[in-house]
């Protein structure tokens, strides 16, 4: 079972005790694709393999399937995990799925857009 610590605004989330909110299995399962996908590759000191190279031409539709097809090489390393990405403007909505439960948010991808 996996576990992690939630993470909120680039930071670590607390509750009102000022304690650190743990996220277990699937929902750190989401976390962890969430910020691989926003994350340029490169850029995690500790895993220069994590995340995504792709640049992002936000009226482009091929350039938006780059894109996903990026986004879905990175989550490969994590087994039963895809992504489907859509343009909303600035943002887009991105739908990741892990063993069939699918989340969507909307994201600003670090670095690129």
Same mark, same amino acid.
């Given at each position: !079972? ?12 607390? @509750?009102?005790?000022?304690? !650190?909110?743990?996220?277990? @299995?699937? /929902?750190?399962? =989401?976390?962890?694709? =969430?910020?691989?996908? !926003?994350? *340029?590759?490169?850029? =995690?000191?500790? @895993?220069?393999?994590?995340?995504? *190279?792709?640049?992002? /031409?936000?009226? /482009? *539709? ?7 097809? &990026? %986004? #879905?090489?990175?989550?490969?390393? =994590?087994?039963?995990? &895809?992504?489907? +990405?859509?343009? %909303?403007? *600035? ?7 892990? #063993? ?6 909307? +994201? ?6």
């Amino acid at each position: !079972m996996l576990t992690d610590i939630l993470i909120a605004d680039r930071d670590v989330a607390v @509750d009102s005790a000022g304690r !650190m909110i743990r996220l277990s @299995d699937i /929902d750190a399962r =989401f976390q962890r694709a =969430f910020i691989t996908a !926003m994350t *340029e590759k490169g850029s =995690f000191i500790y @895993d220069r393999g994590l995340g995504c *190279e792709y640049s992002y /031409d936000s009226g /482009d *539709e091929f350039s938006l399937r780059k894109v996903e097809l &990026s %986004i #879905n090489e990175a989550l490969a390393r =994590f087994g039963d995990t &895809s992504a489907q +990405v859509e343009n %909303i403007g *600035e943002k887009l909505r991105l739908k990741i799925t892990i #063993n069939g439960q699918s989340k969507t948010e909307e +994201v600003r991808v670090i670095g690129n857009v």
